[in-house]
């Protein structure tokens, strides 16, 4: 537990609070234009389905990133005789 509040793991966490904040900022504005679109009567239930589908979809490809980073003790293939796991894998893919 006390390796949750180091230095280098504040920053990461500080750094991707900024990113998760602006990316959410970003898909309200892109979500308010599309349902600016819509007829005046479906444009509050366009939001709340954009919104909605938008936090499942980014929680839904957070846990998947979880899961394959957890795979750093599994091999998945070699690139020229080095071992590429699952972690490996999101770090070079990004």
Do not use: C, Y
């Not at 679109?37 to 938008?54: S, T, V």
């Amino acid at each position: 537990m006390a390796d949750l509040f180091t230095a280098q793991n504040l920053v990461a966490f500080l750094t991707l609070l900024a990113l998760e904040t602006v990316l959410g900022i970003d898909n309200v504005i892109f979500i308010s234009i599309l349902s600016g679109k819509l007829p005046e009567k479906q444009q509050a239930q366009g939001r709340q389905l954009g919104i909605g589908f938008a936090v499942v979809s980014r929680i839904l490809l957070l846990l998947a990133i979880t899961w394959v980073q957890q795979l750093e003790g599994t091999h998945l293939f070699s690139i020229f005789g080095n071992a590429i796991s699952g972690k490996d894998l999101v770090l070079l893919v990004g």
